[in-house]
């Protein structure tokens, strides 16, 4: 089915309001997505007529805010095609599910000399979590290069992959480029080695289909504000195998079988790594954002998505002054760009002014930003809600904005 884009802006209250009295053209997907009614409502439902503790309470509203909460997990299973909801974890975001695997998959396995590979696209998130454990344990840090696409260096990939290598954390699509990296080429190379691999979804998930089992992925991590849902709410799935052989993240409620002062057992997984009470009412909400990236489809968000992706990129292109940064054969509806003699800054605050919101600086990518010997860019970054009309108020605002250095 092709996107209906009235009825789906129909969906998203926040589009409809002016920005210093222009129409707001929201184009900082890649930041955060919007939230349609549904999950706004799912939220404030939640808290008027099912709040409660969920797993161990005894009464209706207990088993009603539990058998929710659960049946989000099953949507995420169904979302990126798990095996099990088990494998089916929930995290603040993509960032704690990558230091959730760094805490516990890394104490236990992670030894001197061990080698973890990430990449030059990583975000601040898959950096910094393997920098600290590698000051812990004595590993060491690799970094794949890139070319001046943005795109991976899969030859130097291959040359940095040894026997010592025990993990390779990647990003699945940059969040600052929008390049979509060859994961399936990286995670087989790397099983064949004996490494596992952690993939970070925070991009991918809202623009492509996602199959964990037929990618073979160990890990993924992935956050559910990036996929229409709520902030502070985030998914890490992982192989059940792998999951069991690591020890707990937290400890405290909900994640032990039986406390004694003498010893703890602990539960199973999924249970083992959700200590504490967890954040039912996003859960819950969450489960609306799904249901609806599940009615418009998949197939039919990227080839809309990628519709206005080319539409944008051939008019951005004849801009005098217009410097593309990431110019990936392959890549989600993302454009990062710098205008000659600007500052990205200066270029956002004047898009703001006409009512658009884009992203600038270095998108918690500063490594990426160095290698390309900048400081940041202006990112632009398209959704399932945007159209062509407010691409062509973006192409004409910064056509405007390039003319004052680029005459
Ligand atoms: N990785 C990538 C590629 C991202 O785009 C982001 C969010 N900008 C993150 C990790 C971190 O996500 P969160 O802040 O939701 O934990």
Request: with cysteine; aromatic share 8%.
């Amino acid at each position: 089915m092709p996107i209906n884009i009235d009825h789906i802006r129909g969906l998203f209250p926040v589009l409809h309001q002016e920005v210093n009295g222009r129409p707001l053209v929201y184009f900082d997907n890649a930041a955060t997505t919007q939230k349609p009614l549904a999950v706004i409502n799912a939220l404030s439902d939640y808290y008027k007529k099912d709040n409660s503790n969920i797993h161990r309470g005894a009464h209706t509203l207990a088993d009603r805010a539990t058998r929710y909460y659960e049946a989000t997990r099953g949507l995420v299973k169904s979302f990126i095609n798990a095996k099990e909801e088990a494998e089916i974890i929930f995290t603040k975001g993509t960032t704690e599910g990558i230091n959730l695997v760094a805490a516990t998959f890394g104490r236990k396995f992670i030894q001197e000399g061990d080698e973890i590979i990430i990449s030059t696209l990583e975000h601040h998130s898959n950096i910094v979590p393997w920098q600290m454990l590698c000051e812990e344990k004595g590993a060491v840090l690799k970094v794949i290069p890139i070319n001046e696409a943005g795109e991976l260096d899969m030859q130097a990939f291959d040359e940095l992959l040894t026997s010592k290598t025990k993990l390779v954390s990647v990003v699945h699509v940059s969040n600052a480029l929008g390049t979509i990296n060859p994961v399936a080429e990286i995670i087989q190379k790397s099983h064949q080695k004996g490494a596992k691999v952690l993939l970070d979804g925070a991009q991918s998930t809202s623009h492509l289909e996602i199959d964990v089992q037929a990618l073979d992925c160990d890990f993924m991590a992935f956050s559910a504000h990036k996929l229409y849902g709520p902030t502070g709410l985030g998914v890490l799935y992982g192989k059940r195998e792998v999951l069991d052989a690591m020890p707990p993240y937290q400890g405290g409620g909900e994640m032990i079988k039986e406390v004694t002062f003498a010893k703890t057992t602990y539960n199973e997984i999924p249970f083992k790594f959700e200590a504490g009470t967890p954040n039912i009412g996003d859960v819950i909400a969450f489960g609306k954002a799904l249901e609806f990236i599940n009615e418009t489809g998949k197939k039919a968000i990227k080839a809309y998505e990628d519709e206005l992706l080319s539409y944008a990129t051939e008019q951005l292109e004849q801009i005098k002054g217009f410097i593309p940064v990431g110019t990936a054969k392959n890549k989600v509806s993302v454009i990062s760009f710098n205008i000659n003699g600007m500052h990205p800054f200066d270029v956002g605050m004047m898009l703001d002014a006409n009512g658009i919101a884009v992203r600038t600086g270095h998108h918690c990518t500063q490594p990426l930003m160095q290698r390309f010997g900048i400081e940041g860019t202006v990112r632009a970054s398209f959704s399932v809600y945007n159209t062509k009309s407010e691409i062509d108020t973006l192409v004409a605002s910064v056509s405007k904005i390039a003319k004052i250095k680029n005459k």
